[in-house]
């Protein structure tokens, strides 16, 4: 089992960059596929990004492509969301999910089996 903590949300201006990080507990990091989702309100939760479970491969919804990049420290056990370019209608609650069955990733919230509490991101115009 792993919990899982986000950190490093908060209120910025367009334009600008955050970087998230989501700790885990456990001895077993590098067995779980990760992923970052988020909520907007009024919206349902959806795909942002995904990770490997060594880090070699990445993929990101069509509509962060290109601002965000996903990564993780193995050895540190955390998961990276750097979100660059920031816009308004990035403003969420941002999750990262952990899943043992996975290799790669998926955009699917039900593959994944621990979540964080999640983080607001707030991008004012």
């Known amino acids: 089992q792993v919990q899982l903590v986000e950190s490093g949300g908060g209120l910025v201006q367009a334009g600008a960059s955050l970087r998230l990080s989501c700790a885990a507990s456990g001895r077993t990091f590098s067995s779980y596929a990760m992923g970052w989702f988020r909520r907007a309100p009024g919206k349902e939760r959806e795909f942002v990004s995904g990770?490997?479970?060594?880090?070699?491969?990445?993929y990101y919804a069509d509509s962060v492509k290109g601002r965000f990049t996903i990564s993780r420290d193995n050895v540190k056990k955390t998961v990276y969301l750097q979100m660059n370019s920031l816009k308004p209608e990035d403003t969420a609650v941002y999750y990262c999910?952990?899943?043992?069955?996975?290799?790669?990733?998926?955009?699917?919230?039900?593959?994944?089996?621990?979540w964080g509490q999640g983080t607001q991101v707030t991008v004012s115009s």
């Open positions: 990770i490997s479970r060594s880090g070699g491969n990445t």
């Open positions: 999910a952990a899943s043992p069955s996975l290799l790669y990733y998926s955009v699917f919230s039900n593959r994944y089996d621990y």
